[in-house]
């Protein structure tokens, strides 16, 4: 018999620096896309773009049937970099 352990929670997500918003379908819609046709910035062959348009649209409205709430940052300044990420480029 294994012994009961309480589960561990992670720690609450640290409040954003910049206050955020629902992002809409089509921005959920586009961006699952975008990630269904693309590794990083370049192209994946195996995915047809009519493809993945259909299926980021069944995953966007399974998010939101189920209670989801996607949230996205404003855009960034013009000019400015993007932010670095943790991890951003060690397994691209």
Avoid at 15 to 41: D, I, M, V
């Amino acid at each position: 018999m294994f012994p009961l352990r309480s589960p561990r929670y992670p720690s609450p997500m640290p409040k954003p620096e910049t206050p955020l918003r629902p992002a809409t379908s089509e921005e959920l819609e586009q961006a699952l896309s975008f990630a269904l046709r693309f590794k990083g910035r370049k192209r994946v062959h195996n995915a047809d773009q009519m493809m993945a348009e259909i299926t980021a649209g069944h995953l966007a409205e399974h998010l939101r049937v189920a209670g989801f709430v996607v949230m996205k940052k404003p855009p960034e300044p013009p000019g400015q970099p993007p932010p670095m990420t943790p991890n951003k480029g060690l397994t691209e």
